[in-house]
């Protein structure tokens, strides 16, 4: 088959690969309905994240089972199913507490854009659609609750997001304006969307924003210092990982709210005694998505929430360099790949 390979800085190519198989008896194989391009994707596609040779790319998916291993128990042939960007077996400590992204044999999945894909630890990590192989028109909503919609639910469940609470998104990226949306489904009465472009500002009006800042870093904080009475946000989701968007987050949160912070960090070096002095409970890292799968899919397939919006550019996988140089000149949200 053909995927997607990064050799270099902006050197993306769509060439040979090898059959994905069953390797392990926890295994499984599919066949995709679509993959994306993530915005962390972006970070070793600009140089800005070391890779260490050619490197398969990709790890958001979604589609039907070709084959699993002699120990699958759970999944079987046929099923369309989504799974996390983190693999887990879903039975260890961590898991069980609800932390599957940090699960004792996890693995960071690749190769995802691409037709076909391994899954590891197939019974823990994929989540089967209810009522067989969804239509097509769904495809991209439940692709997004692989990475981008369960990273910014996570980002709002990690900033005690609660009915009636002022909320505060740092970040127009996918994963935060799926941020927005995942508040106002956990009920935030105000959610300030930080943004300066008019695409991803109306969207964000339309996942349930109700104001919008275009400032950025002190300017931003004292905007929205001014909006909340001098107080602050009850709750700040910061979906970039930049140290500017760090500091942004939690000098806009008030003494005793919390920060959700899900921006793979680049960069990013808090200073302890402005953080003791803050009263901010900071909470986030590599999203938990597998412990959100179920909810998402049934809201997804009940028609309550439509994620696959951030999907503004569809190309075929065999386009996947215009998906990247599109979502790197910030023509596009986001790159939905249909294989």
Not at 78 to 104: E, K, L
Not at 240 to 269: D, F, W
Request: charge should be neutral; glycine fraction near 12%.
């Amino acid at each position: 088959m053909k995927g997607t390979v990064l050799y270099g800085p902006r050197d993306i190519r769509f060439e040979s690969r090898e059959d994905p198989k069953i390797v392990e008896p926890t295994d499984a194989v599919l066949r995709l309905a679509a993959t994306c391009v993530c915005g962390s994707d972006l970070w070793p596609y600009r140089g800005l994240q070391p890779i260490d040779g050619p490197t398969p790319m990709g790890h958001e998916y979604c589609g039907v089972v070709e084959e699993v291993g002699s120990a699958v128990q759970s999944i079987t042939p046929g099923q369309f199913v989504v799974g996390s960007f983190a693999t887990s077996d879903n039975t260890c400590p961590h898991c069980r507490y609800g932390y599957q992204s940090a699960c004792a044999h996890r693995e960071f999945m690749l190769r995802a854009q691409a037709p076909f894909l391994r899954v590891p630890q197939a019974d823990g990590t994929l989540v089967p659609t209810p009522g067989g192989v969804p239509s097509a028109d769904l495809v991209p909503s439940l692709l997004a609750c692989s990475d981008v919609l369960g990273t910014g639910w996570f980002a709002a469940d990690a900033a005690n997001v609660r009915p009636g609470a002022t909320a505060v998104v740092v970040g127009d990226g996918a994963v935060g304006l799926l941020g927005i949306l995942s508040a106002k489904q956990m009920g935030a009465e105000r959610i300030i969307a930080m943004s300066r472009h008019d695409k991803r500002q109306k969207l964000a009006l339309e996942f349930g924003a109700t104001d919008i800042v275009a400032e950025r870093g002190d300017q931003a904080v004292a905007r929205v210092k001014d909006m909340t009475k001098g107080i602050g946000a009850d709750s700040v989701l910061e979906c970039v990982g930049t140290k500017e968007s760090m500091m942004q987050a939690i000098k806009s949160t008030r003494p005793g709210g919390h920060v959700g912070y899900v921006g793979l960090p680049h960069g990013v070096e808090l200073d302890g005694q402005q953080l003791f002095y803050s009263h901010v409970h900071l909470h986030g890292g590599p999203a938990p998505v597998r412990r959100f799968l179920p909810k998402l899919i049934d809201l997804v397939l009940n028609g309550a929430i439509n994620p696959g919006k951030v999907f503004d550019l569809v190309l075929p996988l065999d386009q996947v360099a215009e998906g990247y140089r599109a979502m790197d000149e910030r023509r596009a949200i986001k790159s939905l790949l249909r294989t």
